[in-house]
């Protein structure tokens, strides 16, 4: 005959039946015990979670650095055309952050005959004012050629 323990006193009986009267009649009235660690882990990866997702969304929607100097810079009618795959006008492009989705950016690879027609011979190259203005420029020459302030 096989013996069966109690979970919840470890006793030894005979058989099921046994234990089954044990348990009616020691622990009927009897919860079991909630293990706290467990619930203290799990709301604690949660609440830790949650803090992250809401770091990642504030830092989301704080403005760019740049955001006025880019968007002066397409209000006076400036241009920037390059290409993506291109690691100067990358590099340009980045140098503005999240402000560069306000710069008039006109992808060459697109727009071959707009390109063409501007004599866009390297990437990235301004028209700022009229005037033509090839490879990377500072921060500081593309103010003084706008007059936007950085």
């Known amino acids: 005959m096989e013996e069966v323990i109690c979970k919840l006193c470890n006793k030894n009986f005979k058989s099921g039946e046994s234990l089954e009267q044990h ?16 619930y203290f882990l799990f709301g604690a990866v ?3 979670v949650l803090i992250f997702s809401y770091t990642i969304y504030a830092r989301a929607q704080k403005p760019g ?21 291109c690691s100067y006008t990358n590099q340009q492009l980045n140098s503005f952050g999240k402000s560069k989705k306000y710069l008039n950016y006109v992808k060459c690879l697109d727009n071959k005959e707009l390109c063409d027609s501007k004599n866009v011979e390297i990437t990235p190259t301004w028209e700022i004012d009229g ?9 500081e020459s593309l ?8």
């Open 46 to 48: 949660i609440l830790a």
């Open 65 to 85: 650095s740049y955001d006025d100097f880019a968007k002066c810079l397409t209000s006076t009618g400036a241009v920037i055309y390059g290409n993506d795959f």
């Open 143 to 150: 103010s003084g050629l706008s007059g936007c302030k950085i």
């Open 23 to 38: 348990k009616n009649s020691v622990h009927i009235n009897e919860k079991p015990s909630i293990n706290l660690k467990r």
């Open 131 to 139: 005037g033509i203005v090839n490879g990377v420029q500072s921060f």
